[in-house]
């Protein structure tokens, strides 16, 4: 089988840099080009042996990639996605789908018009505990699922904030974190129907968030909610109880709670209880932990793009996805606004109805 050619744009950034390396782990995958406008960004491609670019659209024409993964900004996810479209190249673009929801619906439309792969980087989608769950739930061994509780409660150090855009809007646990939580509680729960939410910086005093408090009803009418901090000695977070991301040791607690009327669900444990009589709290709970193999979420995803360029497998996270969970983020910061719930459809609509400047003529 040849590898498949897959260039990376920002790839001396911090997920830059991951992707690069599970392309090289990947016998399936080969870096074929590396773009980046920082400094360091050439060294890096010079000591790999990979062909550097500065120019993004240089590198498309010259190499002629078989697919490509944007890690830059979010602001420029939608503009060099719509380029890579518009050469017919399959594309990974990393979470969120891009930084307001007027662009991200213009790159949907765009996908679906051309016809072109774009797999949206919800990396957790691709976790073996969440896909086991999803089955556990879809058996429908929990019975209806009736209430969800997520949590990101963990601290991050002084020193991750000394980076001046940390502490500024966009740089706090909703966008950076609680994307993740709302996203999987999509995926195990269904579709978010409205939320309320409210927002504090009572603990650090940045401009931006350190922790929030979101209710939310999803369409089923299961109710949930979810509760972030970075700000607090504590491990409820998937990051640190997953076992999933290298770069924490894993704390065997958990982060997620998904309670039906027959059966609970705790992840990332996959703590399983139920009793099948349907007696109550006299008649105790039966207990087992579901068994799983485990896998680096992130690699898993790259290795599932690598088969959608190859036409062996649909993207798993379209765009229309992908802009539904921007608009659960959009929803949260706009009711921490307002103090309003916020319906998703609607919010989705507005852009729909109005879209903003930056929608048209995103393309330079
Ligand atoms: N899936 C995940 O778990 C995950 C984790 C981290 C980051 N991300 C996402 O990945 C993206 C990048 O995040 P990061 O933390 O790696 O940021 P970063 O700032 O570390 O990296 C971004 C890179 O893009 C480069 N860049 C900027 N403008 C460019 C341009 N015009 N052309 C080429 N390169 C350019 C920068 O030089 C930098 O190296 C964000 O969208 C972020 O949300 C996803």
């Not at 939310?216 to 607090?232: E, I, Y």
Request: with cysteine; glycine share 8%; aromatic share 4%.
């Amino acid at each position: 089988m040849t590898a498949v050619r897959i260039a990376i744009i920002g790839a001396s950034g911090a997920i830059g840099v991951r992707h690069v390396g599970f392309l090289q782990k990947n016998p399936a995958t080969e870096a074929c080009a590396l773009v980046d406008t920082a400094p360091q960004a050439e060294e890096l491609a010079r000591r790999n042996g990979i062909p550097f670019f500065a120019d993004y659209r240089a590198m498309l024409d010259e190499v002629r990639p078989d697919g490509v993964i944007i890690a830059t900004p979010n602001r420029l996810h939608v503009p060099m996605a719509l380029d890579c479209i518009a050469r017919g190249i399959p594309t990974l673009v990393e979470k969120p789908i891009a930084d307001e929801i007027g662009p991200a619906l213009e790159l949907t439309a765009a996908a679906e018009s051309s016809g072109v792969p774009v797999l949206i980087g919800h990396h957790r989608r691709h976790s073996p505990i969440v896909q086991r769950a999803v089955e556990v739930i879809k058996a429908g061994e929990l019975g209806q699922v009736v209430s969800a509780v997520a949590m990101h409660l963990r601290r991050k150090s002084d020193a991750y904030f000394k980076a001046q855009w940390r502490r500024e809007e966009g740089g706090g646990p909703l966008l950076i974190n609680g994307i993740h939580e709302l996203d999987t509680l999509r995926v195990l729960c269904g579709e978010i129907e409205e939320l309320q939410a409210t927002t504090s910086n009572a603990a650090r005093g940045f401009a931006v968030e350190d922790t929030a408090a979101i209710t939310m009803r999803f369409q089923n009418g299961a109710l949930g909610t979810l509760t972030l901090s970075d700000a607090v000695q504590a491990s409820w977070a998937w990051e640190l109880s997953s076992g999933e991301d290298v770069r924490y040791a894993q704390e065997l607690t958990n982060a997620f709670l998904i309670c039906g009327t027959k059966g609970s669900l705790a992840l990332p444990t996959l703590d399983l209880c139920w009793n099948e009589r349907g007696g109550g709290e006299a008649d105790p709970l039966l207990r087992k932990r579901l068994p799983i193999v485990p896998a680096d979420p992130w690699y898993v995803e790259v290795d599932h793009f690598a088969k959608v360029i190859r036409g062996e497998e649909k993207p798993l996270v379209t765009p229309a996805d992908g802009v539904r969970t921007l608009a659960a983020i959009e929803a949260v910061k706009e009711s921490a606004r307002t103090r309003a719930w916020v319906r998703i459809d609607d919010l989705i609509d507005r852009h729909r109805t109005q879209p903003s400047p930056r929608q048209t003529g995103t393309r330079s």
